[in-house]
């Protein structure tokens, strides 16, 4: 771990705040020996962090289960292990909101009421929306006031209580299904496949800082992107490249893209 690496690491001023507050907290913990950790991050924010503490020993990356998207960087002294992160102590908690089945509010509308709540970005993990029911992960020290204070997301009432970690309900993500060949595996081909929209204007995307892969940003339209990574475009969506099949006759590549709805 070398905290010169901040200045290497960091695009935007706003990044070396950023990591500059990682720092500090993870290295709070590692000098007392006591569990710590950030707010929860953004997929390019934990590559960020990624890069910073590289492979420092007892540093996790936790978002109350298993894929979860956004998370915390946990640092774990000796005498815990992972097992610490899903008991009562762990650092996140989930919150149950319930609602009448006949309600469909969205992802947009809870976290909308959330942040319109006072709560910041930050203080707020994956939210995850089923039928008459959303649980989302918060920080430990949020948790508290939102258990009283939070009683409806737009116009739809809502009964909140904690439940254990390993009882959340993740809904599979809703994708369509893209099969398409293409003359590469470029980053602006598989754009333009998976939003359907011209390569052009895929160029224009990513050019223009849009697009990300796996989370860390790119603005070079020939990366060449791998099997099972997550693209991000910022104002279309997202999508996976799950699958490359090989070469077809006529020496394009046949690929299987998800576009998550």
């Known amino acids: 771990m070398d ?3 901040i200045e290497k690491i960091a695009r935007e001023p706003e990044d070396k705040l950023l990591l500059a507050k990682l720092w500090d907290k993870i ?20 590559e960020m962090a990624k890069f910073l503490f590289g492979e420092a020993e007892g540093i996790f990356y936790f978002g109350g289960y298993e894929g979860a998207e956004r998370k915390m960087v946990v640092y774990l002294p000796e005498y815990l292990d992972e097992t610490y992160l899903m008991d009562e102590d762990s650092p996140i908690v989930c919150l149950r909101a319930s609602f009448y089945q006949g309600d469909t509010p969205s ?52 009964h909140l209580e904690q439940i254990p970690l390993c009882e959340a309900s993740i809904p599979e993500p809703e994708t369509k299904e893209i099969r398409d060949t293409l003359a590469s595996l470029r980053l602006d081909s598989v754009i333009s496949s998976g939003f359907r929209i011209g390569r052009s ?14 989370g860390l940003p790119c603005e070079k339209p020939d990366k060449a992107v791998e099997e099972g990574a997550k693209i991000s475009v910022r104002g279309l969506g997202k999508i996976r490249l799950t699958a490359i099949n090989g070469e077809t006759k006529k020496k394009r590549i046949s690929v299987v893209i998800h576009r998550y709805v």
């Open 201 to 214: 204007l895929a160029v224009q995307h990513i050019h223009a800082g849009r697009a990300a892969i796996d």
């Open 3 to 5: 905290r010169s690496n």
């Open 107 to 158: 992802h947009r509308d809870f976290l909308g009421a959330l942040m319109g709540s006072g709560i910041s970005r930050e203080s707020i993990g994956d939210i995850c929306v089923s039928k008459g029911s959303c649980d989302f992960f918060v920080t430990t020290q949020i948790a508290p006031y939102i258990l009283q204070n939070f009683t409806g997301a737009g116009r739809v009432k809502l």
């Open 27 to 46: 290295g709070a913990g590692m000098r007392k020996s006591i569990p710590s950790g950030t707010p929860f991050l953004s997929p390019r924010e934990q």
